[in-house]
DNA sequence: TAGTAACA
DNA sequence: CCAT
């Protein structure tokens, strides 16, 4: 891994750390969330009530994992389709959450966002952690994000920045309720992942600790 | 309300 | 017509 010590504060509270990761790293971890996607397949999550499916798919590694469905959201500690446990968490992303997290206790869940051509990912919040006081981080790898970034109200003004591979965008304090999202994928932005697309991984704590 | 469409 |  490659500290960046420069940082932007695009929002109260949120760090974009820009190049975090050099080319190594960012095949590492590809690797790495290949491994995690062998062993706990990619699945479509759909809205609570209404059943309509994501543009992306999605798996977890780590104890607990995100997962959507007709019910609603939750955490739960293992894959929705083959009812096994999430794979176990790359040290890779242990290293990252404690070079860019440092302080919080450790993260729990890693969701894997696959972003294939046209995903998109609407404004929300990250909400559903017991524990909303340790920061949440988001790696990005593959094609560019066209990121949109507001407040913690959904009609907070809003502004875009464009994510690249290698970039790891730290959400904490005031910004870690703010809703986000990604307008759109740049097709052909990046020659990390074959056949393109792009993969946001974001790191999670979410019991409180004693 | 992590979805979309419709509308002012 | 486009953006919100």
Redesign the pocket.
Request: glycine fraction near 10%.
């Given at each position: 891994m490659q500290a960046s010590d420069h940082s932007l504060e695009i929002a109260p509270g949120c760090l974009w750390f820009r190049d975090a990761l050099d080319r190594a790293a960012q095949e590492q971890l590809v690797a790495d969330i290949r491994a995690v996607i062998a062993q706990a397949p990619l699945f479509t999550?759909r809205?609570?009530?209404?059943g309509?499916?994501?543009?992306?798919r999605m798996t977890n590694c780590g104890p607990l994992g995100?997962v959507?469905d007709e019910t609603?959201?939750r955490y739960q500690s293992f894959h929705p389709d083959t009812r096994r446990p999430w794979p176990d968490m790359p040290a890779s992303l242990l290293a990252l959450w404690a070079a860019h997290a440092a302080g919080a206790p450790p993260p729990e869940a890693c969701?894997v966002?696959v972003y294939d051509a046209g995903a998109?990912?609407?404004?929300?919040?990250?909400?559903?952690e017991d524990d909303l006081t340790a920061p949440v981080l988001s790696v990005s790898l593959g094609d560019t994000a066209v990121f949109r970034i507001g407040g913690a109200a959904?009609t907070d003004p809003t502004r875009s920045a464009r994510l690249s591979s290698g970039d790891v965008l730290r959400l904490g304090g005031a910004s870690r309720l703010a809703f986000h999202?990604v307008d759109r994928v740049i097709a052909g932005s990046s020659s990390l992942l074959d056949g393109g697309g792009r993969i946001n991984l974001?790191l999670r704590r979410v019991t409180v600790s004693a």
């Open positions: 999550p809205m609570p009530r209404t309509k499916p994501f543009s992306v995100w959507s609603g959201y969701l966002n998109r990912m609407g404004l929300h919040q990250d909400r559903d959904r999202g974001t």
